[in-house]
């Protein structure tokens, strides 16, 4: 079965500064994908940004980026130039690219951005 | 806003109740997934529900059970509740072909929040 592990539960980050956040997931499958999704305050559950494992070019959404490395199943997540809206829990999550499967979620880390 | 609706926003209610959370999904969206976040198990999936039928089945209880409808919303049933059901219950959606290797993306929902007391 597939997992997905984040290692660090908090985080924080200067404002305008750069922070990163890890995922490893762990699967015997050669198509998927990863996703980060962020939850505010609010609760809600947002997409970031994802990468489909056989691109090989990282994606990048404005101040959010990749660094997708498929042999070691690595999937961290950067964000440049930190806001205060950037707070919030962020969760990687892996999805099967042979299956109708669900989500399969990491446990999360807790983002703080510190004015 | 991500074009998934959930109702009810909060529902409080007691222990051995009945309760029903209802989801609708982004237009054009024909499958339909719920997942239970408690504090200390996180995100979990329930079930997924593609175009009326079920399609896949996570960690749902026997006690909970869900369907899609002809005009493709979604409702979670949730029987003889207990305390360790207070969570926030969200429904995602997605496109999701009928061919295997969809690279549809699941938008979510902003959730219902279940307190039994």
């Known amino acids: 079965a597939q997992t997905v592990t984040q290692s660090q539960p908090e985080m924080s980050v200067q404002e305008a500064e750069t922070v990163t956040l890890s995922c490893t997931y762990d699967?015997?499958?050669?198509?998927?994908?990863l996703f980060w999704y962020k939850q505010p305050p609010s609760r809600q559950m947002i997409l970031v940004i994802r990468?489909?494992?056989?691109?090989?070019q990282n994606a990048t959404e404005n101040r959010f980026s990749v660094n997708f490395q498929k042999a070691a199943k690595s999937f961290s997540l950067k964000i440049s130039d930190s806001q205060l809206g950037d707070a919030a829990m962020y969760f990687c999550a892996y999805r099967s690219g042979s299956s109708y499967d669900k989500v399969i979620f990491g446990p999360g880390t807790s983002l703080s951005v510190i004015p | 806003d991500s074009g998934v609706t959930q109702t009810p926003k909060h529902l409080i209610t007691a222990t051995g109740q009945r309760v029903t959370l209802r989801c609708s999904p982004r237009s054009g969206d024909l499958s339909v997934y719920w997942y239970q976040q408690s504090l200390d198990q996180g995100l979990q999936f329930l079930i997924q529900?593609?175009?009326?039928?079920?399609?896949a089945k996570g960690n749902i209880l026997e006690r909970f059970s869900a369907q899609q409808f002809p005009d493709l919303h979604s409702e979670l049933n949730l029987s003889s509740l207990e305390l360790g059901d207070s969570a926030l219950y969200f429904c995602a959606s997605s496109v999701e072909s009928s061919l295997a290797g969809s690279t549809d993306t699941q938008y979510f929902g902003p959730g219902t929040r279940l307190t039994v007391l």
């Open positions: 699967t015997s499958e050669s198509d998927y994908y």
């Open positions: 990468q489909e494992a056989y691109k090989q």
């Open positions: 529900y593609y175009n009326g039928e079920e399609r």
